[in-house]
């Protein structure tokens, strides 16, 4: 088994995890008999948590062997799950939600994120890249969608095999602990140093300091209005809009994370066209329109039309995203560049979960959506004016001779790679 397929099966798993857990932790809280605006704490401080890790191994990665990490992660992630199957009061679920790896959101906000991403960049090359992180990205997406589907586990065992439907969540978070334990298994088998070519750093971010940190500043702003609708709180509003069970939730969101699967194949090709930074811009603005629309809907049926067009164009930044960050980094500094540019999807949507549940709590309208959908468009407007010059090196335009102009070069070079000198 190659080192990109031991990566992508990790994350697979991890996202089968996230899909089920995104879903039956909102429902399994309020059974608990929590109010929206605790559900909503909690939801930030597994944000909150996720956050401050992935900074801290991000920054110190290459002190250490990647593999280690990413062991020493699933021990992390399986104590997560069983703790929420065993504990049941609000501060102690505090203390676990802060320290473990749960997922609240539909995308993947963890300490595993710049430990694989890092090592993708080393093991594929430039032209490969792009499309490496797409597959990484789709796999973890498509498992999170058949794990929505199995969010109506514990409804099914409750109905058909005389289980109560606590007693069942409970035993879907020993799951997402024993999906833990496998994925770690399938980590061991990656070598146990994977080195790159460029001598150990003195520092985690040194050349491209500047440039991480303003891309960093942005993407806590784009994290800043995901957060107002991960999918735990969706979740929620559906429920109290719409009266929708969790069995119907489930199998909306498994549709809405198979659209946002293929989209990531569809980014890389409109990537390899219009270039990383735009296809992030232009895909995503209209997603957040989509947003802002929803809660307009006079029936559940066209909101959940909307939130499918939402996700066939809102993740198509993602592994464009994450392709870009580490294009215009060095090599040595990919690893800190991936945290630090990650983060901010745990730290800065770690603020508005509350916010959007304190909004749930006042009224079922939907006023979330408006504030997640306006606050992602000033950050692709921002994206687009700042970044839209810095280019990967794969995408600078090369001198031809006879050639009409570099922008002519540059279309014939992607269209012809070995013309490119």
Same mark, same amino acid.
């Given at each position: 088994?190659?080192?990109?397929?031991?990566?992508?099966?990790?994350?697979?798993?991890?996202?089968?995890?996230?899909?089920?857990?995104?879903?039956?932790?909102?429902?399994?809280?309020?059974?608990?008999?929590?109010?929206?605006?605790?559900?909503?704490?909690?939801?930030?401080?597994?944000?909150?948590?996720?956050?401050?890790?992935?900074?801290?191994?991000?920054?110190?990665?290459?002190?250490?062997?990647?593999?280690?990490?990413?062991?020493?992660?699933?021990?992390?992630?399986?104590?997560?799950?069983?703790?929420?199957?065993?504990?049941?009061?609000?501060?102690?679920?505090?203390?676990?939600?802060?320290?473990?790896?749960?997922?609240?959101?539909?995308?993947?906000?963890?300490?595993?994120?710049?430990?694989?991403?890092?090592?993708?960049?080393?093991?594929?090359?430039?032209?490969?890249?792009?499309?490496?992180?797409?597959?990484?990205?789709?796999?973890?997406?498509?498992?999170?969608?058949?794990?929505?589907?199995?969010?109506?586990?514990?409804?099914?065992? #409750?109905?058909?095999?005389?289980?109560?439907?606590?007693?069942?969540?409970?035993?879907?978070?020993?799951?997402?602990?024993?999906?833990?334990?496998?994925?770690?298994?399938?980590?061991?088998?990656?070598?146990?140093?994977?080195?790159?070519?460029?001598?150990?750093?003195?520092?985690?971010?040194?050349?491209?300091?500047?440039?991480?940190?303003?891309?960093?500043?942005?993407?806590?702003?784009?994290?800043?209005?995901?957060?107002?609708?991960?999918?735990?709180?969706?979740?929620?509003?559906?429920?109290?809009?719409?009266?929708?069970?969790?069995?119907?939730?489930?199998?909306?969101?498994?549709?809405?994370?198979?659209?946002?699967?293929?989209?990531?194949?569809?980014?890389?090709?409109?990537?390899?066209?219009?270039?990383?930074?735009?296809?992030?811009?232009?895909?995503?603005?209209?997603?957040?329109?989509?947003?802002?629309?929803?809660?307009?809907?006079?029936?559940?049926?066209?909101?959940?039309?909307?939130?499918?067009?939402?996700?066939?164009?809102?993740?198509?930044?993602?592994?464009?995203?994450?392709?870009?960050?580490?294009?215009?980094?060095?090599?040595?500094?990919?690893?800190?560049?991936?945290?630090?540019?990650?983060?901010?999807?745990?730290?800065?949507?770690?603020?508005?979960?509350?916010?959007?549940?304190?909004?749930?709590?006042?009224?079922?309208?939907?006023?979330?959506?408006?504030?997640?959908?306006?606050?992602?468009?000033?950050?692709?407007?921002?994206?687009? #004016?700042?970044?839209?010059?810095?280019?990967?090196?794969?995408?600078?335009?090369?001198?031809?001779?006879?050639?009409?102009?570099?922008?002519?070069?540059?279309?014939?070079?992607?269209?012809?790679?070995?013309?490119?000198?």
């Amino acid at each position: 088994m190659s080192n990109v397929n031991r990566i992508l099966i990790a994350k697979g798993l991890r996202g089968f995890g996230d899909g089920f857990v995104s879903l039956l932790l909102p429902a399994y809280l309020l059974q608990l008999g929590f109010t929206p605006l605790q559900v909503g704490v909690i939801a930030t401080t597994t944000l909150l948590g996720s956050g401050v890790m992935t900074l801290a191994v991000g920054l110190h990665a290459w002190r250490f062997h990647y593999r280690t990490w990413l062991l020493a992660a699933t021990l992390l992630m399986a104590g997560t799950g069983l703790g929420f199957a065993l504990v049941t009061d609000f501060w102690p679920l505090m203390l676990i939600a802060l320290v473990g790896t749960l997922n609240p959101s539909s995308g993947d906000v963890s300490v595993f994120l710049p430990l694989e991403q890092a090592l993708l960049s080393r093991i594929v090359d430039n032209k490969r890249r792009t499309w490496v992180m797409a597959r990484y990205s789709l796999v973890g997406t498509l498992l999170a969608a058949f794990g929505s589907l199995a969010a109506a586990l514990p409804t099914m065992a #409750a109905t058909y095999a005389g289980f109560s439907t606590r007693a069942a969540v409970q035993g879907m978070f020993v799951l997402y602990a024993l999906l833990a334990l496998v994925a770690g298994a399938v980590y061991r088998g990656l070598p146990k140093a994977l080195e790159s070519a460029a001598p150990a750093p003195k520092e985690a971010l040194h050349t491209s300091k500047k440039r991480v940190y303003t891309l960093a500043a942005l993407f806590s702003l784009d994290a800043f209005g995901g957060g107002f609708v991960v999918q735990s709180l969706v979740a929620l509003w559906l429920y109290q809009r719409f009266g929708l069970s969790v069995s119907v939730a489930s199998a909306i969101f498994f549709w809405t994370g198979m659209l946002t699967a293929f989209s990531y194949l569809v980014a890389a090709r409109i990537a390899n066209r219009i270039g990383l930074l735009r296809t992030m811009v232009f895909t995503h603005l209209p997603s957040s329109i989509c947003l802002i629309l929803i809660p307009f809907m006079p029936a559940v049926g066209y909101a959940v039309a909307l939130l499918f067009v939402r996700s066939a164009l809102s993740q198509m930044d993602v592994p464009t995203r994450s392709s870009y960050v580490m294009a215009i980094v060095p090599p040595a500094e990919r690893a800190a560049a991936a945290s630090v540019t990650s983060v901010p999807r745990s730290l800065a949507a770690a603020v508005s979960p509350v916010l959007a549940g304190y909004l749930l709590g006042l009224s079922p309208f939907g006023w979330a959506f408006i504030a997640g959908g306006a606050t992602k468009i000033v950050y692709d407007l921002l994206l687009l #004016a700042m970044f839209n010059k810095i280019r990967p090196p794969e995408e600078e335009p090369v001198a031809i001779a006879g050639a009409d102009s570099p922008i002519r070069a540059h279309h014939s070079n992607a269209a012809h790679p070995r013309r490119a000198k």
